[in-house]
């Protein structure tokens, strides 16, 4: 019943820009963090960003400035704008979501995307 929806990678260029959206359905997205998290080859998954319930943020050190999370509640819909891409940024994004209060942390989520392909080269 509840499930998550991502789209929007795709193949650009360094220093482009991509926006992926997450959708959501068979809950209250209000009431849960929705994050970002990414996943390159032979590497561990990682916290990209997060959005709270009351739309405070929280982002990983290695996208400060460059990506943006953004939520529009209507449409159960999250979004991240990712600017200055880096070939390091290549990978897998999910998003997931958990049942939480307070500001949003980049761990320990229960329900997850498929994830969508970011590939960043030239």
């Known amino acids: 019943q509840l499930q998550l929806v991502e789209s929007g990678g795709g193949l650009v260029q360094p220093g482009g820009s991509l926006r992926l959206s997450c959708t959501a359905s068979?809950?209250?997205?209000?009431?849960?963090?929705i994050g970002w998290f990414r996943q390159a080859p032979e590497k561990e998954r990682e916290g990209v960003s997060c959005?709270?319930?009351?739309?405070?943020?929280n982002y990983a050190d290695s996208v400060k400035g460059r990506f943006t999370i953004s939520r529009d509640t209507a449409k159960k819909t999250v979004y991240l704008q990712m600017n200055s891409l880096k070939p390091e940024d290549t990978a897998v994004y999910y998003c997931?979501?958990?049942?939480?209060?307070?500001?949003?942390?980049?761990?320990?989520?229960?329900?997850w995307g498929q994830g969508t392909q970011v590939t960043v080269s030239s």
């Open positions: 959005i709270s319930r009351k739309a405070g943020t």
């Open positions: 997931a979501a958990v049942r939480r209060l307070g500001d949003c942390i980049l761990y320990t989520y229960d329900y």
């Open positions: 068979g809950f209250t997205l209000d009431n849960y963090h």
